[in-house]
């Protein structure tokens, strides 16, 4: 996650009592990697939270993006007030 931005928790209900307890590195992968690796032919519904970097998740489904239905997906194309800079901008 990015780290918290504390003007934008103002605004959250409970967002005062949000704390940072550790900063941990984790291990990523493409859209269309993971569903081949997992073998997925078809998806009904696809939530992606990723912190404005939603797009990129879309992206990074590159041919295998014609197997998600286009009216079930949802994504959120900014990231959110409550974190401190900016997504990453880099393509997948």
């Known amino acids: 996650m990015l780290p918290f931005d504390p003007?934008?928790?103002?605004d959250w209900i409970g967002g005062?009592?949000?704390i940072q307890y550790e900063?941990?590195?984790v291990q990523v992968v493409?859209?269309?990697?993971?569903?081949a690796?997992?073998?997925i032919e078809h998806?009904?519904?696809?939530?992606?939270?990723?912190?404005g970097a939603d797009l990129s998740v879309i992206r990074s489904?590159?041919?295998r993006l014609?197997?998600?239905?286009?009216?079930?997906?949802?994504?959120k194309p900014r990231h959110s007030s409550s974190m401190k800079g900016p997504p990453p901008r880099r393509r997948l």
């Open 37 to 39: 690796e997992a073998g």
């Open 23 to 25: 900063k941990i590195s």
């Open 30 to 35: 493409r859209l269309d990697t993971f569903l």
């Open 7 to 10: 003007d934008g928790l103002r």
């Open 61 to 63: 489904a590159g041919d």
């Open 43 to 51: 998806v009904d519904y696809l939530k992606i939270d990723a912190q």
């Open 16 to 18: 005062d009592e949000l």
């Open 66 to 75: 014609r197997i998600l239905p286009e009216s079930r997906w949802r994504c």
